[in-house]
């Protein structure tokens, strides 16, 4: 029997130090997905508080996508993302000016090839070289997303070589934090599609508001241009004209931003330096690459009730974009701000005018 106690003691002891080690490794690194952010701050889940982030993807450099897609983006501020196929002759005098005007340009690989029916060598070339050519003809962006050509994924390992992300066609909304970068599912739109007519886009953007997801489009053909499951450019306009009328609620982005936002949200850590009765002093970092990770957080800072007046946010000496607001009857201050941009100081002004 002593035997007996002895061996359920070591057993008692060893699922302790088992469990203690799995504490600490969760809140040392698992926790970290949601971040280090001290308790009087929220970081968005999507960018300026909004419900859902809503992307609007268009295949295969069809030529409506020029004429009409991208000016039509542009009369509501909203970026688009572009895949066009290297051998398919695209426009990059036109694509550049979309770069320009804030639309991404990512791959939908060299020559539309089923790459399942390809040599890892094959997938390599039409891969990387896609992305070669994209960044050699387009300034002031990088080529960091890719579209998989008829749905059919590459080799994972060559993929995440290549890109962040990796578009795909499940047919489903995806999760505010997706479970594989390099299969995100889209809608496909059009008349081959499951979105066609407003009640449909309205239908999905009121699922994807459920789960705060991603709502991600695929489109091709617009008003029949000769492209895939062509979508009316009518119906185009009135899904953009819903998403202006609830720009509280929806944030429409392009493909890499969305995918720049959720990863920087999730490694993001907010730490309070300073505090005193005017001001919090605050560094908001990440351990990503900069260069690469680089949008502007969204966040809200519960403020002391003895804060009546003005309250001004401020980074390295400069105002960032900022607005006071009251939730639930307590007062707030909502930001949006660069991680590893350098600290941040939320100031008390009172009535002053600084």
């Not at 690194?29 to 280090?36: E, V």
């Not at 960018?47 to 069809?62: E, I, L, P, R, W």
């Amino acid at each position: 029997l002593s035997v007996t106690f002895v061996e359920k003691s070591i057993e008692f002891h060893t699922m302790k130090r088992v469990s203690l080690l799995f504490c600490l490794l969760y809140f040392n690194f698992g926790f970290s997905k949601a971040g280090n952010i001290h308790s009087d701050y929220e970081v968005a889940t999507w960018k300026g508080f909004a419900k859902v982030a809503v992307t609007y993807t268009f295949d295969d450099n069809c030529k409506n996508q020029y004429t009409v897609a991208i000016p039509l983006f542009n009369e509501f501020d909203f970026g688009g993302t572009f895949y066009p196929v290297i051998d398919w002759a695209p426009d990059w005098e036109l694509f550049q000016t979309a770069v320009n005007e804030g639309h991404e340009v990512g791959s939908h690989t060299v020559s539309h090839r089923m790459l399942s029916n390809l040599s890892p060598e094959e997938q390599e070339s039409e891969l990387l070289n896609s992305k070669v050519t994209i960044d050699e003809k387009l300034s002031g962006q990088q080529c960091l997303t890719m579209a998989y050509p008829y749905c059919v994924p590459s080799n994972d390992s060559i993929s995440r070589k290549h890109y962040l992300a990796v578009r795909h066609c499940q047919g489903r909304i995806e999760a505010s934090t997706p479970p594989d970068l390099m299969n995100i599912s889209s809608i496909i739109c059009g008349d081959q599609g499951s979105v066609n007519s407003m009640e449909h886009f309205t239908q999905t953007f009121e699922q994807a508001e459920t789960s705060n997801g991603w709502c991600v489009f695929l489109l091709h053909g617009i008003d029949n241009d000769g492209g895939y499951s062509s979508l009316s450019s009518d119906v185009m306009r009135k899904s953009l004209e819903f998403l202006d009328q609830n720009r509280e609620d929806y944030w429409v982005a392009t493909f890499v931003d969305v995918v720049r936002y959720l990863r920087q949200r999730d490694a993001v850590s907010l730490v309070q330096t300073q505090s005193s009765e005017t001001n919090f002093v605050l560094q908001l970092s990440d351990e990503l690459d900069d260069e690469i990770f680089n949008q502007a957080l969204t966040i809200r800072r519960l403020l002391p009730e003895s804060w009546t007046g003005i309250v001004q946010v401020i980074q390295l000496g400069k105002p960032l974009n900022s607005r006071q607001l009251i939730l639930d009857g307590k007062q707030y201050v909502e930001f949006n701000a660069v991680p590893d941009k350098g600290e941040i100081e939320i100031i008390h002004l009172g009535n002053r005018i600084n």
